[in-house]
């Protein structure tokens, strides 16, 4: 009788918490992008405030970027004695896609330690400021596909329809730029040097990468030293991301392979987000 009265007075074993599952952080991607209408909101006043009462606003992206695309194409078309009229519509668009890549990456890298008041305030899902950040990008990326279509009047290039494969390429983008901000968003929570690494970081792979010199060229010249130096470029991924992209809008054959790295890359990124979402999601409002 004692130990039927025992048993019955051991209490139930506590309910073991969801929250370190991926699960919940694939909940949290899918609530977070349900709630579109505030990361719209926020994206879109996020450029409002950058340029607060200025004659221009906006138009200042454009400005920029096209001064700086149209300066270097120039510049180093005559030092790599390249024909303008092809080399700076390649620069250009070299521009613009590096511009949507850097800022995702090192607006993404401070996203989360920028508005601490938000996140604590708002209860909402973490990813709602990595979808702010992407639609952000987006819109500066707008902006600057004015530059590309005054090149084109200007300069017009051999476009077939391959031209449409930007849709695609740009769907990897936008996949790429959203793990790119939850993980380095996240984790620079906690690392706050993450930040200032990726800075350095992204400036180096801008002379690295064919931006404002011609992969195509290097290989072209028949040099055994050139085509070597070619493969050392072509381990670069960034290299691969502006190829499906870029190589489209100038009436460029781009190879699979090109195809093929890129989604290797995505599909690598978004395993690691999801691995930083499941174990450090729940964390992310003590760090900030």
Known sequence: MSVEVSERAVPPPPATSDSRTFKRGIRDLVDGLKERELWLHLGWTDIKQRYKRSVLGPLWITIATGVTAVAMGILYGELFHQDVKVFLPYVTLGFIFWGFIETSILDGSVVYSTNEGLIKQLPAPISIHAYRVVWRSLIIFAHNVVIYAILMAVFPQPIGWTALLVFPAMALYILNAIWVTLVFGILSTRFRDIGQLLT????????????????????????????????????????????????????????????????????????????????????VAYWV
């Open 200 to 283: 350095t970081a992204v400036r180096l792979v801008f002379f690295m990468t064919p931006i404002i010199w011609s992969a195509h060229t290097l290989g072209a010249t028949g040099n055994t030293q050139a085509s070597s130096r070619l493969k050392y470029v072509e381990l670069n991924p960034m290299f691969h991301y502006l190829e499906i992209a870029r190589g489209p809008l100038l009436g460029q054959h781009v190879e699979f392979y090109h195809w093929l790295v890129v989604i290797g890359c995505t599909v690598i990124g978004w395993a690691a987000a999801l691995v930083v979402m499941r174990n450090y999601r729940a964390r």
